[in-house]
Nanobody, 124 residues
Framework: QVQLVESGGGVVQPGGSLSLSCAAS????????MGWLRQAPGKEREFVAS????????VYADSVKGRFTISRDNARNTVYLQMQNLIPEDTAVYYC?????????????????WGQGTQVTVSS
C-alpha cells in the first residue's frame, strides 16, 4: 500500500482559505485516482473530492462544489485540496486516500490507502 502524509491543516476564520497537501511514498501514486474525505466530530466520514489518475476528471461533493479545488502533481507524488470561502460546517479531520482504480469515485469503500488525517477548524 502507498503511504500518504497530509499537511496544511489549521484554524481559519469563516470566509477564509486553506490549502491541504498529501504526499505519497512512491511513484505508483500516478496510477491511481486520489481523493479527499473528511470526518467531523460525531459524524460519519464523508466524501469531499476525487481526481482521476492524470487529473482530467474531477468529482466533488455538492457541499463543497465551487469552493474547493482538487488537483495533483504526479511528478511530485502529491495531491492538493484548495479550500476557499470556508464555513464552520467544513470543520473536520481531512483524510487523503488512494483509490484502487484510475477513475474518480465518491465511495469511501473504493479507497484502499489512507493518510493519518489533518485537522481543519473554521471558527471566528
Amino acid at each position: 500500500q502507498v503511504q500518504l502524509v497530509e499537511s496544511g491543516g489549521g484554524v481559519v476564520q469563516p470566509g477564509g482559505s486553506l490549502s491541504l497537501s498529501c504526499a505519497a511514498s512512491d511513484r505508483t501514486f500516478s496510477n491511481y485516482a486520489m481523493g479527499w474525505l473528511r470526518q467531523a466530530p460525531g459524524k460519519e466520514r464523508e466524501f469531499v473530492a476525487s481526481i482521476s489518475w492524470r487529473g482530467a476528471r474531477l468529482v466533488y461533493a455538492d457541499s463543497v462544489k465551487g469552493r474547493f479545488t482538487i488537483s495533483r502533481d504526479n511528478a511530485r507524488n502529491t495531491v492538493y485540496l484548495q479550500m476557499q470561502n470556508l464555513i464552520p460546517e467544513d470543520t473536520a479531520v481531512y483524510y487523503c486516500a488512494a483509490s484502487g482504480s484510475r477513475w474518480p469515485t465518491s465511495l469511501s469503500t473504493d479507497f484502499g490507502s489512507w493518510g493519518q488525517g489533518t485537522q481543519v477548524t473554521v471558527s471566528s
